[in-house]
């Protein structure tokens, strides 16, 4: 008979072997799994999942792959409408989980006459390392130089047209995304019309959060530091007050092709509170309480109000006493720094003096007066004024002029709601707007 610790043993022994033989078994298996995914049908498919997979984990910043890119048309329009749609471009990008390859912007407003657009880089009016860095985790950009292989790009034609809509829009891009055959291209190239036609799918926090990324270039600040500090002194020269100049920015928007389109506009939509006469604006401004006088007002306008002869239509007469008005022809700033620049970066100069107003005052139709509350608002509340429909001391108050306020001859307090679940409100114009953010 066998001793105890013999039987114990034996039964180890016997384990160890069954332990053995399924661990064999378990690697034949392994080995016949992965000879048989290499298999000619299988092996491209095979290998391009491990190597996604490894790209995805190994090439990204802050979730955002750095392997995989977007390409989208040169951007034309105005200033605030190519924002908008460098904006829209990066986060189609994001749900396309890709870097945006750096877009041209459109140096002229020749946008209907592509030989005339005159392209100008994006990093020649926003900083790109900035932005980046300030929007990491969020969107990204990239340099075509980044771009190992130009020969592997998918084109992607977006749709237009009334048949072409929001959902199928979507419909459209949400495949493309999760579509492994295309995903597998380095570069995917959006073609069709301008992305500022392009269906607009995102909040408007997340159009805000891209805007809050784009800082312009050194030279631009600069150029505005210059304006505001003469605009600071004029006050200063003709009264003598030495004590901090505060201004008010008024986006006059009275030149005659916005007359007519804001016009037709209203017929349109059926309402009367587009068009502002240059005698509402200048009564509407001069209602707005709390501002102390004699207070400097900076008229951004068009420069074709600049060369008005006649002195009864001059944008400079007419206001209420103690508001002394000025534009960057009396300034001295027309010729001497915006006339070195182009179109965009002209109109990037004005947005930032408008910026840094005390007051700012514009229209609730106008992409430029939309974006620049848009930015007012994020400091604002960055300063905890979550609203503005008391007087207080909210150092980023803005007003429409358009609309009328809580009062007669008063112009109407504006935040943008940052609750909007798209950005139509802004890129379109509304006379719905009210004092708070949301």
């Not at 419909?171 to 579509?179: D, E, M, R, V």
Request: glycine share 6%; net charge positive.
């Amino acid at each position: 008979m066998n001793s105890p610790l013999s039987c114990k043993t034996l039964r180890l022994f016997s384990k160890s072997i069954a332990c053995k033989c399924l661990v064999l078994v378990a690697i034949a298996l392994f080995y016949r799994a992965l000879m048989l995914s290499y298999s000619p049908r299988n092996a491209l498919n095979s290998s391009s999942l491990i190597l996604a997979r490894y790209m995805t984990d190994s090439s990204s910043t802050g979730g955002i792959r750095t392997d995989k890119f977007l390409e989208v048309p040169q951007i034309v329009w105005g200033l605030n409408n190519q924002k908008i749609a460098f904006a829209r471009a990066c986060l189609t990008a994001r749900m396309m989980n890709r870097t945006l390859l750096m877009p041209s912007l459109s140096a002229s407003l020749f946008y209907k006459e592509v030989d005339k657009l005159r392209p100008i880089p994006f990093d020649k009016v926003f900083q790109f390392e900035r932005f980046n860095s300030m929007c990491s985790g969020f969107v990204r950009l990239a340099r075509f130089s980044d771009v190992r292989n130009r020969t592997q790009v998918f084109d992607l034609e977006k749709g237009s047209g009334r048949r072409w809509t929001v959902e199928r829009d979507l419909k459209q891009l949400k495949q493309s995304a999760g579509n492994g055959s295309i995903d597998e291209f380095e570069v995917i190239r959006i073609i069709g019309k301008n992305p500022f036609l392009w269906h607009d799918h995102w909040p408007v926090k997340d159009y805000a959060k891209v805007f809050e990324c784009m800082v312009v270039v050194d030279e631009i600040a600069r150029e505005a530091d210059i304006v505001v500090m003469k605009i600071r002194e004029a006050l200063e020269l003709r009264t003598g007050i030495q004590s901090p100049i505060l201004f008010v920015a008024v986006h006059m928007r009275i030149e005659i092709d916005w007359m007519i389109h804001c016009k037709k506009l209203e017929q349109r939509k059926k309402v009367s509170e587009i068009c502002s006469s240059k005698r509402e604006i200048m009564e509407r401004v001069g209602n707005i309480s709390g501002l102390k006088t004699p207070t400097v007002l900076y008229l951004a306008v068009a420069d074709s109000l600049l060369e008005e002869k006649e002195e009864d239509s001059s944008v400079l007469t007419g206001w209420r006493d103690g508001l002394i008005p000025f534009e960057k022809k009396k300034l001295g700033v027309k010729e001497e720094i915006y006339g070195k620049y182009s179109y965009l970066i002209q109109s990037a100069i004005d947005y930032e003096v408008c910026l840094r107003a005390d007051v700012f005052v514009g229209n609730s139709y106008s992409t430029f007066s939309s974006l620049i509350v848009l930015e007012r608002t994020q400091k604002a509340r960055r300063l905890g004024f979550m609203s503005s429909c008391e007087d207080g001391e909210n150092e980023w108050r803005s007003y429409a002029y358009n609309l009328a306020g809580e009062s007669k001859g008063v112009p109407r307090r504006w935040m943008t709601n940052m609750t909007h679940t798209n950005l139509q409100a802004i890129s379109y114009g509304s006379n719905s707007v009210s004092c708070s953010s949301g």
